[in-house]
């Protein structure tokens, strides 16, 4: 079978829900940011593929994907300068650990 | 089954492997490594869609970038060797249950559209014409979209140097 939108379309899913999964399950800051990064891509993925598969005339897909990694990238290097200062204030960065504002 | 087809389903598998990989393995070392190579198979997919500037990007920024950020932070936080606790079943139970359960109702979803291609005229996505649309200031072009990003990743910088930063005891004042 011929490879189209769909099976990209599958691809996209499946990687945003193993992202989820991640998120989900994952107690420690790095590795909910590596989820995150896996779910902004899949939505990355499916951009490109609506733009190419289905509007091929413009390239709007392609400026959403390219302003996506843009701000991933911000929000990347924002999340990894809070999760350094708040490993150098509790010496973990296991949300389970760092409470103090819960009660 | 031609040669595109094998090559579009080996990327596939190293997309979806690695990616699940790097959010099950208990070694968060391998996990920043898998979610490198997660990178690149969907650069690789970039690549096979025939949008080589994004492929580009996409190498540059994440695999790049934000991996190699990622995995100083590691070394930073995290003491080497050392494994992440183990997670409880009933946990990972109830988030394999959901992601099914959401993975599942959107493939029904997918399953049941049709879509439909709207029209038979192709705007190449070569770099003369990303160009032409990115900075320009017409209808439909994204010269204001663009500076306002720019101002975004400069806040960005401030606010990280900021953040990070030492915090000075207050005897010197």
Known sequence: ?103 | MNGSTIIFYMLAALILGSGFLSVTTRQIFRAAIFLLFSLIGVAGMYFWMDYEFIAAVQIVVYVGGITVLIIFSIFLTQQAGEKLPEQSMSRMLFAALAAFCGFALILLQIAKHTFTNSTTTITAPTVENIGNEMLGVNKGGMALPFEVVSVLLLAALVGCIVIALRQKTQQTN
Do not use: C
């Open chain 1, 1 to 103: 079978m011929n490879p189209g939108l769909t099976h990209i379309l599958f691809i996209s899913i499946a990687l945003f829900f193993i992202g989820v999964f991640g998120f989900f399950t994952r107690r420690n800051l790095i590795t909910m940011l590596m989820s995150i990064e896996l779910i902004l891509n899949s939505v990355n993925l499916n951009f490109i593929a609506f733009n190419k598969y289905v509007w091929p005339d413009k390239l709007t897909g392609l400026f959403f994907t390219i302003f996506v990694i843009v701000i991933a990238a911000a929000e990347a290097a924002v999340a990894i300068a809070i999760i350094i200062n708040l490993y150098r204030n509790y010496q973990t960065i296991d949300v389970e650990k760092v409470e103090e504002l819960k009660y």
